[in-house]
């Protein structure tokens, strides 16, 4: 039977491959599937830690394009990818996932040789041209054969778009199934007090986007507002390997790691950072994945960013998007830490059985197995 080939790059690409993985392999017969890591992220903090915890196999192969501008870091991933998919015999098709440079890049290469494409989580739109996913999000959509949507708003903005009814499915959220597979060996972590923290007296922070973190005023803007924060709730900052060259660079990783209330950590493992989320009163991030997880976990969120491409996180959810104001967001911040804050709702879909549906939709549209 040709094989599946299902392409992981990048940290957050790592729990939506896991549920798939498993999902194949408990199908009867099992769907032969071959795992491709483009090497994007490859830091043991950022890649290894995530393929341990998460239970997924050794990469089949390799492709180690480790990191560039977008131009260089996209054209390695083409040309490897493009090797590799000429090396096997005739897949059945491609599995990208997400809006990262290797979703993209497989995606292209894929299509140019015939290959059919599925995209999981498609349909996402911030709407800003300027966020490198959202191109990254934009040419996915537009080349795949089978868009998985996640949320609501996802069908709305593919329909938008034209694409034809056919290609697209209502999965619900794959990232969701990880969290529910790992929630409880999280939780018997005990983060927060390994820390010296009380469980549901912390914030957690998590920032990378380049729009917070590659200029000086603004990372320098955050680092104070940051501040100002750890002075009403002690904060947690696991911190990304982008963030901190940048606060290097721009001489602030002293004066936050100085400050009272504030803790900078290594980039932690899925589970680490998962039991300090659950156990969080808020959590203030850029990440798109964090704003999902807060509104299944039903934590707070505060978005640093000035729209989100998951909205059903706020309308039903626990994530405020507050743009760039800082002012705002320390209102926001004050209104969860005085407990006036909203609660969220459950949302379709988001129940930890997505990739059981993401393969029923494979086997019936691709004839696997
Ligand atoms: C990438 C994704 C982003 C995702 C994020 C999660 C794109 C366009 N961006 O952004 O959508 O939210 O991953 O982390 O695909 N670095 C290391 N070790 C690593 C990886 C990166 O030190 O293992 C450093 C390098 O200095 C690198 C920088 O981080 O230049 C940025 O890495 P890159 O993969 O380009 O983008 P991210 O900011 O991680």
């Known amino acids: ?206 920032l990378h986007r380049p729009s917070n973190v590659d200029g000086r005023e603004r990372l320098g803007a955050l680092v104070d507002f940051l501040i100002r924060v750890a002075a009403r709730v002690p904060i947690v900052f696991p911190v990304h390997p982008r963030t901190d060259n940048k606060l290097r660079e721009y001489d602030l990783r002293d004066r936050l790691a100085a400050a009272e209330g504030v803790q900078l950590l290594e980039p932690l493992g899925y589970r680490e950072n998962l039991s300090l989320m659950a156990d969080a009163q808020l959590v203030i991030s850029d990440s798109g994945g964090i704003q999902e997880e807060t509104t299944y976990l039903q934590v707070p969120c505060v978005t640093l960013r000035p729209n989100t491409e998951r909205p059903v996180t706020v309308t039903e959810g626990t994530n405020t998007v507050v743009g760039e104001d800082l002012d705002k967001a320390w209102q926001t911040v004050a209104a969860v830490l005085s407990g006036t804050n909203r609660s969220g709702k459950a949302i379709d879909g988001w129940d930890g059985r997505a990739a059981e549906r993401i393969v029923d939709v494979l086997v019936e549209r691709w004839h696997l197995g």
């Open 1 to 206: 039977m040709a094989t599946l080939v299902l392409v992981a790059g990048a940290r957050p690409n790592f729990m939506k491959i896991a549920p798939i993985l498993r999902a194949l392999a408990a199908r009867t017969p099992p769907v032969e599937a071959t795992l491709v890591h483009t090497g994007q992220h490859y830091d043991t903090s950022m890649s290894d830690v995530f393929f341990q915890q998460l239970g997924i196999r050794s990469p089949d192969i390799y492709l180690g394009v480790g990191s560039a501008s977008h131009a260089q870091q996209t054209a390695k991933i083409l040309m490897a990818f493009e090797e590799t998919l000429l090396e096997l015999d005739e897949p059945a098709g491609v599995v990208v996932v997400g809006d990262v440079n290797s979703t993209m890049a497989c995606s292209l290469v894929a299509v140019k040789l015939g290959i059919s494409v599925a995209h999981v989580e498609a349909g996402l739109r911030s709407r800003d041209r300027r966020m490198p996913e959202e191109i990254n999000r934009v040419v996915t959509d537009a080349v795949a054969d089978l868009l998985m949507v996640s949320e609501p708003d996802g069908m709305r903005n593919l329909k938008a778009e034209g694409i034809a009814d056919n290609k697209i499915c209502y999965v619900g959220n794959v990232m969701i199934d990880t969290l529910v597979h790992q929630l409880e060996q999280a939780r018997e972590l005990h983060m927060a007090a390994k820390l010296g923290l009380e469980a549901g007296k912390l914030a957690l922070v998590t």
